[in-house]
């Protein structure tokens, strides 16, 4: 047998060309899709804005962004392929944007997620957010609470130590399985959140 290349993971910016791609996943992974001009407006004409692809050789595969606004990042959206799930593309993708948002001079930073989407909640705990409140009835397709978690002092003394911790696991990860060769894990459906 033959042995493959390993699978590169990239995080980068996104870009217009991407966006066929992010659409798909999109759809694949929420309940309610942002329509589709909505990335491209965010793309085109919102300062604030930060999107990121994570691209496994070349192929889109995940994407997040944020707001940054003042001090504070608020993460907008993140999702990763339902194929391509519980391979640490959420990770990667999350530590980007909290690099990102650091270097912009965030103090911290915040997000909404459904109450009932545990999988996403245990990702960002991993990563220092922690419950600060409820939205009730933020999501209007079935009118589901939302939970405010915001991290603590992103350049504090223990969110850094968290960061170096958790880059450091990144580092020593198995290289990624392309779901193309077979059957991998649980990946199981899409999770909607
Ligand atoms: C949430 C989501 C982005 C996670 O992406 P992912 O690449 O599969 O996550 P990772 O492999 O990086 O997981 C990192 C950690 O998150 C947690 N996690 C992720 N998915 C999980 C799941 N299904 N069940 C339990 N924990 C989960 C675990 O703590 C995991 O660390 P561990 O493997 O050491 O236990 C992905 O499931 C997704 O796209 N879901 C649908 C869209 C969505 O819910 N987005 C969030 C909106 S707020």
New binding site residues.
Partial sequence: MVARPPLRLSVEAMGLPDLPEVQAIERL??TTPWPPHAYRTELQSNRLAHYVVARADGRVV?FAGMWLMVDEAHVTT???HPAW???????RMLLSLIDVALARGAREAT?E?RLS????R??YE?YGFRPVGLRPRYYSDDNEDALIMTTETLDGAPMQARLARLRAALEAAPELESPDDGPAGDRGP????
């Fill in positions: 992974s929420f995940g993140f999702a990763v799930r519980r391979q640490r593309i959420g990770e997000l997620v989407n545990l999988g996403a245990r990702l991993k899409a999770g909607g959140a």
